[in-house]
Each structure stands twice: as C-alpha cells, then as structure tokens.
C-alpha cells in the first residue's frame, strides 16, 4: 500500500506516524511545502485527555513530547479589574516548532518518507500514483477547494482581528484568559506558556 500525505503539520505527521506503527511496511510519503525547521505561530496546547490519547497511540513520542512541554492545572480569567482562578483543569503547552521537530524526528525513526520544499498544485495528481491520497493540508487547503462540491465547506468570514503576540511575561502559572474593553472595542487575550517558543524567541531578540 502507497500512502502519500499532503502536509507535514502536526496532523499530517501525527497521521504518518500512526500508520507506521499499524503497518510498518506500508510506504508512507508526506509532502510539505516548508522546510523541515519553518514554521508559524508560537505554540499548541493540549489538553490531558489529549495526552492521555498520545500516550495510548504512541509511548515514545508522547514521552518526548511530555519532556518539552509547561504543564498547569489552573485557567485564569480576568475581566472588569478582577481575576477569577478556576483551578483542575489541566493542560500543557509546547512549542509548534518544538512540537513539529519531534513529530518529524519520530516519522523518520519509523521510516516515513519526509519530503520537505514539495509544493502539492493538485490533490488529484497524487491519486495515480498513491493508493490513498491524506489531505493534511491545513487551513487555506487546496484539497478542500479542488474538492469544494464534495466537502461543502461553508465559510463566513467575520470582523473579529486576529494575531499572534510573543512575550518575555511567561504566564506559567496559569492559562490566562484577559478581556478588556478599549476604544477600539473588545479586546481578549488568550495567554499561555510554551517553553521552547519562549526559549527560541529570547535566542531570536538576542
Ligand atoms: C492562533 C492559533 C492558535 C492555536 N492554538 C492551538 C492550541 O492551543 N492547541 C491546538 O491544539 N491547536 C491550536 N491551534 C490550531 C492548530 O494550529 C491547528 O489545529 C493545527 O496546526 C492543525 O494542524 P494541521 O496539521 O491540520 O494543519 P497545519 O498546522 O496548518 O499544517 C498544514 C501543513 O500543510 C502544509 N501545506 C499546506 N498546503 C500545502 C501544499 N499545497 N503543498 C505542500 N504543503 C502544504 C503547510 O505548510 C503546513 O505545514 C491554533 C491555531 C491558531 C491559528
């Protein structure tokens, strides 16, 4: 069986390496458009059910996973000058590059094919070639759009601005929730630590 995956995100790698474990004979190629160490955003946060999930689905990378993250129990939200702590929830946090590195490292342990700088134009190019064609493509995917008549994805886009910040304030203590209301309207910060994303942007301000 040929299997070729179309992104190497978390979902596409996650994915890779889960059919490995099942069929470690299966040929398994990703496809990603980025080089191995690029990537966007600052971290992931999962929660323990999810862990509990990965550790079920693969030991070795969730351990990995488990050495490199921040771990807290406690949500905290601030709203009109107070803060409410609501505590047992528990989540950890890592960074996405942290995170991709050791998905990618696990893949190729397991004898995936990685194929880094590999633009994916069409989903149906692959379907001649590979048995099973994994649309792990992301947000924006083209295989959603190319197959637009069979996904009916119904998008409505809105106002509310979005953007990704990084800071030297840690908020290690807890997951932190801050809403606050400025001339410009509502504003909601939604604060977590990953460590190595702080790590890499304190190397990156350097
Ligand atoms: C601001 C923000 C915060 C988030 N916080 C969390 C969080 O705390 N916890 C959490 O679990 N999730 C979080 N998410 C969601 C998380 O980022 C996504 O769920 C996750 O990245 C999805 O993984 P993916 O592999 O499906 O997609 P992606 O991470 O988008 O990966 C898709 C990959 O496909 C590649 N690709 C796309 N098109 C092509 C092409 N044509 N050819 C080749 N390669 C291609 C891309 O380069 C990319 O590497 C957050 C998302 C955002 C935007």
């Not at 700088?117 to 190019?125: C, G, H, I, L, Y």
Request: aromatic share 12%.
């Amino acid at each position: 069986m040929r299997i070729a995956v179309l992104g190497g995100g978390p979902a596409g790698l996650y994915f890779a390496i889960s059919m490995k474990l099942r069929q470690p004979d299966w040929e398994i190629v990703v496809l990603e458009r980025n080089k191995a160490d690029d990537t966007f955003g600052w971290g992931v946060v999962l929660s323990d059910e999810t862990l509990d999930n990965l550790q079920v689905n693969d030991p070795v990378s969730a351990d990995t996973i488990k050495q490199h993250f921040a771990y807290w129990d406690d949500i905290a939200v601030f709203h009109s000058g107070q803060k409410m702590l609501s505590t047992g929830h528990g989540f950890c946090g890592i960074g996405r590059h942290r995170l991709l590195v050791i998905l990618q490292q696990r893949a190729l342990e397991l004898g995936v094919d990685l194929r880094f700088e590999a633009e994916v134009s069409k989903t149906s190019d692959y379907s001649v070639d590979y048995d099973v064609v994994v649309a792990a493509d992301g947000l924006n995917s083209k295989t959603r759009a190319e197959f637009s008549e069979v996904f009916e994805a119904d998008i409505d886009q809105r106002l509310c601005q979005f953007v990704w910040l990084g800071t030297h304030q840690k908020f290690d203590d807890a997951f932190t929730f801050i809403f606050e209301q400025t001339k410009h309207g509502w504003v909601w910060a939604h604060a977590y630590c990953s460590p190595s994303a702080f790590m890499r942007q304190r190397s990156d301000f350097a």
